[in-house]
């Protein structure tokens, strides 16, 4: 027969070993709430873009092209019935062709002499034979004197100069003497360029000025 003394000893035992097991015993911590974890925010960073830059635009505008000048007719008294020389010559502002006269014959019956500028009509002909001329330059006038004296008392032609030029100037290209015959002169005048062209009367001569563009 167990006696009472030893039970009381034994449950002692078994009630302290209880107590250390679960004392022992570990217990997990209970996790954090998800709605307590701040969150963070990842913007992706672009790299800035400049503006596109357009290419520079010229502010200067293109010169126009000269306009020509608009031709005036002439018709003047001239210094004399008799034409002797035809001169060339070109300044910094305009090229020059200058007809020259010499005295004026005694009681001529042909009337007073004359001198007319005007555009020439194409074709350009020799009076005579009808021959085409080549006239060099863009534009070509026609240079008449009328009531002329072609020769003096004794036969001797009164112009006995060139009968064509061909001077290399800016403007003044071309001249051909086209008539000559019963009172009347002709020159066809081929010049380059839109200058005015001008006719003046300086004593004994008479000067058509081809400006320069």
Do not use: K
């Not at 032609?157 to 000559?180: M, S, W």
């Not at 019963?182 to 062209?197: F, K, L, N, R």
């Amino acid at each position: 027969m167990t006696h009472p003394r030893l039970i009381a000893v034994g449950l002692a035992v078994i009630a302290m070993l209880a107590a250390a097991c679960s004392a022992t015993t570990t217990t997990s911590e209970p996790s954090p709430d998800d709605s307590t974890i701040p969150s963070v925010s990842i913007v992706p960073t672009v790299a800035p873009t400049s503006a596109p830059t357009s290419a520079p635009t010229s502010s200067t505008a293109p010169t126009p092209a000269p306009a020509a000048c608009e031709f005036v007719p002439h018709d003047d008294l001239l210094p004399s019935d008799r034409f002797t020389d035809i001169q060339v010559s070109s300044t910094a502002s305009g090229d020059q062709i200058r007809f020259v006269f010499d005295d004026p014959s005694i009681g001529n019956p042909g009337g007073a002499p004359r001198g007319t500028l005007s555009i020439a009509p194409s074709p350009f002909t020799f009076s005579g034979s009808g021959a085409e001329i080549d006239m060099r330059g863009q534009h070509v006038l026609l240079m008449r004197f009328e009531h002329m004296s072609l020769s003096n008392d004794v036969g001797q032609e009164t112009y006995e100069g060139p009968r064509e030029v061909e001077p290399d100037f800016p403007a003044l290209r071309h001249a051909v003497l086209f008539d000559e015959f019963e009172g009347i002169v002709g020159w066809y005048v081929g010049y380059d360029g839109p200058g005015c062209a001008t006719l003046a009367q300086d004593g004994s001569s008479v000067t058509l000025t081809i400006a320069h563009q």
